[in-house]
């Protein structure tokens, strides 16, 4: 299942823009955030792929999902201006953005790229 994140959840568990400058994720696992929002068809065509890859990468990637019409100061902090964006972070290094619905395959193929996994 795909966690989705609050601002407060986001900042104990992803990164604490609030205090910190550079980039440092507390992750434990490499992550994808997806920014989403209900109204958004995109959004509901890449839904059931995450569900379907936070079970199959479950222990090896994680999944969440950050909700734009309630969390907007954390879609401010990621200049999001359109949506789906998907945010992949990688264990070590920096996130990278990617926009759009993509495919199942990409997302494999992602995941396998930026996270070795």
């Not at 959840?9 to 440092?24: A, C, G, L, P, Q």
Request: glycine letters at 6%; charged letters at 25%.
């Amino acid at each position: 299942m795909a966690e989705h994140l609050t601002k407060e959840t986001f900042k104990s568990k992803v990164f604490d823009y609030e205090i910190e400058k550079d980039w440092n994720y507390k992750g434990e696992l490499p992550a994808i955030i997806d920014f989403y929002a209900d109204w958004c068809q995109p959004c509901k065509m890449v839904a059931p792929i995450l569900e379907e890859l936070a079970e199959e990468y479950k222990g090896k990637v994680q999944v969440y999902k950050v909700n734009t019409e309630q969390e907007q100061e954390l879609a401010a902090v990621f200049g999001i201006q359109s949506i789906p964006s998907l945010l992949f972070i990688p264990k070590d290094g920096k996130p990278q953005m990617a926009r759009g619905a993509l495919p199942k395959k990409t997302f494999v193929q992602a995941f396998s790229d930026i996270f070795g996994v």
